[in-house]
Each structure stands twice: as C-alpha cells, then as structure tokens.
C-alpha cells in the first residue's frame, strides 16, 4: 500500500539553506502594513513594504472596499469571460485607461500574472524577444512560456541592446523589446527614451514592466512612460495595483486591440475567477485620490531623497539606485542576513535579500521608505544602520 513520501530531499535542500545562513521564516505582520508596523509581536519602524504612498490602510480605501462588500458580496463568483465581469470591474478598466492616458487597460490578478500571460499571448514561435538580464524573473518566465526566441542584453546598456538588435532582429518576424521600468533590487530606471529609439530604428515592439514605477514615478504616479514624455510611443505597459495602490493585482495598457485579444488569449485572465469585489473597489478610490492629487507622490519623494542622503553621509553602499527603493549592499549573503537581524533588534524591519534573487557577492537589506514615514521615524531608522553598521564593520 502506497504511504506518503518524507520527502528527504526537500529536507537535505533545506538544511543546505540553514548551513549557508539563509534560511528564513516568514516574518508575521500583526496589524495594519504602516510606516511603523507590528511584526513578530515588535513595533518597528517598517522599511520593507512595497506601500510606497501608505494607502494599504488608507480610510477612503477602506471605506470603499466596505461599501462595494455591501453592494457586490464577499466574490465575484467566476472567470470575468464567463459571468465574472461586474460594472465595477469594467469601472476599473476605464479609470485606469483615463490615469495612463491610454486606449485600453485590462486587469490581471496579480503583476506576475501579467508577464506571465500576456508575453505568451503575443509572442510565439518565428518571434524574438530581446530582454534586459536583470529583468523581474515573472518577464523571465512569460519568455520561457511563450515560443519565441529570447535573447538579453547586459542591464541597461544600450550599446549591447544595438548589437543584439543588429545580430538578429532581421531573422524574425516580430521582434519586441522587454524591460522592468524600474528594477526592484537595485532601484535604478530603464533608460526607455534610449530604448524607444533604438526599437523604432530597428522596427521592434516595446514592452515595460512598471511594477516599482506606478504610483511612483510620472505626473502623479502615472509611471515610467509619462516620467519620460513617451505617450503613443510604448507599445505594452504593465502596472500593479498591489504597491503602491496599496491592494492587488495588475494591468496591461495600450491599444483596444491588445486588450480584445488578450481577453481572448490571457490564460490567467482567462482561468482564474475575478478579483472580489472590496479589492476592486478599493483600487478605483486610489486611482482616483492620485488623479485627485499629487501630494502623495511629492511626500514619498521628499522622504526618500532625505534618507537617501542621510545613509550615503554615513558611507553605505546604496548603489546606483534613484528611486525610493534603496538597497543596502553588504555583499556576503550570511552576514546580510544577520545585519537584518540586528536591524530588527533594534527596532528597524529591513529584509534581508540574497541569492538566487540577486547575483551572489551582492546581498543585501532592501529598503523602501514610503509617504506615510515622518522625519522622526526615518532619524531613528538611520540612528539604528549606523549602531549596526559600525558593530559589523560595514561602515
């Protein structure tokens, strides 16, 4: 009679990790994501969230996830391609479309159900994509799904895209350029007026990933595109509505066309039901309160370019990033770990980050500093790298 396996060779991978030092446990937030937030049963300051403008918790998000509960119900009840699609949700699309300034948006569950389905839709067999090496590994796997060739490019290096480009663009059908807006370890942004050149030169499709970029970068967080003035010249762009929106889910911007075709063709929009109501509702306030103002984006800057300063005074290596996202680059994955550690013991959350997410020799503790943190609240999390970086040796 058959028995269920032990799975020992999980069990020796996992061990493997706890030698190496990087094994983890999965930090538990007990209350509201907030700039000061209560994990693992410790009021910390939180530089780890992806809540760039603090409207996880926001009231008017509450309250209009609240009321679309009361008007819709807990679920939507199916695919959106079968009885799934509620006013509320086409509501949605064309709010979205209004902030992007595009034709048409379609909304996936998740950003990585975005790459993931909308790549292979579009791309296939006879196809070439040409793809940044330090893309988000959700682009890496909707090339791996789809049937066309992938080549990359070094990051960010233009010189290297033109000689991809002229080595093989003139053996494939359709040819598309994928690139992250901004990149999420690092914090650095693509150099898409560059790229837009060199995709219009060579007849390519551009397709960028602005998960790190929306509600971030651009007139009132409207992304990478409208941070560069490029409107009508960006062929895909995809944005989440779970960081700085603050709830969940992604979306593809551009032509009716793409959006027709991917209703038809989008296997994650295709085969999973539709995102409830409350998280629905919730986004279309958010959208609403950026179209409404942009004090949000201005406070989340004025706080990251203060800290950023601060921790460049105190010599940490931040690397090249220029968005709020600032890596703390201590190098040896081990000792990034315990300096998160003793971050959290002192009352700072700033997760550790190491191979296989970034390159090994360069780990790190990620931070994000968001709208919603004071002056005070960032003072006391520099006081606290300072303490912990003169004890370990990295400063």
């Known amino acids: 009679m058959a028995s269920v396996h032990e799975l020992e060779f999980l069990k020796e991978k996992i061990n493997e990790l706890k030698e190496q030092g990087v094994y983890r446990r999965l930090p538990e937030l007990q ?179 602005d998960a790190h970029a929306s509600g971030v970068l651009g007139q009132s967080g409207r992304g990478t595109v409208d941070h560069f003035g490029l409107h009508g010249r960006v062929d895909f762009t995809i944005g989440t509505l779970s960081k700085a929106i603050g709830v969940m889910g992604g979306y593809v911007a551009g032509r009716q066309v793409l959006v027709d075709w991917l209703k038809h063709r989008g296997r994650p929009f295709l085969f999973s039901t539709a995102q409830p109501p409350a998280v629905v509702g919730a986004i279309i306030e958010a959208v609403k309160m950026l179209m409404e103002s942009t004090e949000y984006t201005e406070r989340l800057w004025e706080n990251a370019k203060y800290f950023k300063a601060k921790m460049k005074d105190l010599g940490f290596n931040t690397g090249k990033s220029e968005t709020p996202i600032t890596p703390v680059i201590i190098g040896e994955e081990a000792k990034a770990m315990k300096f998160s550690d003793k971050l959290f013991e002192e009352g700072v959350f700033a997760q550790g980050i190491a191979y296989p997410t970034v390159p090994k020799g360069t780990a790190r503790v990620r931070t994000i500093v968001t709208a919603g943190h004071t002056k005070e609240q960032l003072d006391r999390a520099v006081e606290v790298f300072r303490k912990v970086g003169e004890e370990m040796k990295v400063i």
Do not use: W
Request: aromatic share 6%; proline share 2%; net charge negative.
């Open 31 to 209: 209350g509201p994501s907030g700039a000061v937030s209560v994990i693992n049963g410790k009021e910390v300051v939180n530089l780890s969230s992806n809540n760039y403008l603090g409207f996880a918790n926001h009231p008017r998000l509450k309250r209009a996830a609240i009321d679309a509960v009361e008007k819709y119900g807990a679920g939507a009840g199916a695919v959106r391609t079968i009885i799934g699609t509620m006013d509320i949700h086409n509501e949605l699309e064309r709010i979205l479309a209004e902030f992007k300034r595009e034709e048409a948006v379609i909304v996936f569950q998740s950003g990585l159900t975005c790459n993931s389905g909308t790549i292979p839709a579009v791309m296939e067999e006879g196809d070439l994509i040409i793809s940044d090496e330090l893309n988000h590994a959700s682009i890496i796997d909707g090339c791996r799904l789809s049937k066309a060739d992938t080549v990359r490019y070094k990051h960010s290096d233009m010189n290297d895209l033109e000689r991809v480009l002229k080595e093989n663009v003139h053996k494939y059908r359709n040819r598309m350029i994928i690139t992250d807006g901004v990149f999420s370890m690092d914090g650095d942004i693509a150099k898409l007026p560059d790229i837009v050149g060199l995709a219009e030169r060579y007849d390519c499709m551009t397709y960028i990933d």
